[in-house]
């Protein structure tokens, strides 16, 4: 007996985008944060110690030490709210594609 796949409904895809972006971002974010910090850095040179290390193994070490854990997520709500419904859409219409073109 053979198994008929059925195509994901439009809800199913929207959803699975949104909790696909939502996972992705809690997993990325802290990487994220240190990138954008160690952009800061080279952009204002004068905004860490002298002598200091510049990288990003300092930089995380000085983010847990100043703002403990959830500095590494400071700013996720607004990149949630970005992300979420972008992701969503893309699934969706990657879904609506493939059924417009019959891939």
């Not at 240190?34 to 990003?56: A, K, M, Y």
């Not at 590494?72 to 970005?82: A, I």
């Not at 594609?97 to 019959?102: A, E, I, Q, S, Y």
Request: hydrophobic share 35%.
């Amino acid at each position: 007996m053979e198994a008929t796949l059925e195509e994901p409904h439009f809800m199913e895809s929207l959803v699975c985008g949104a909790t696909s972006g939502i996972c992705s971002s809690l997993i990325t974010y802290p990487m994220d944060v240190i990138r954008r910090r160690l952009q800061i850095l080279g952009v204002h040179p004068g905004c860490h110690r002298p002598g200091e290390s510049v990288g990003p193994w300092n930089e995380l070490r000085t983010i847990v030490r100043n703002e403990g854990a959830t500095g590494l997520y400071r700013g996720l709500v607004p990149e949630l709210l970005k992300v979420t419904p972008m992701v969503g859409c893309t699934f969706t219409t990657y879904e609506l594609m493939k059924d417009v073109l019959g891939v």
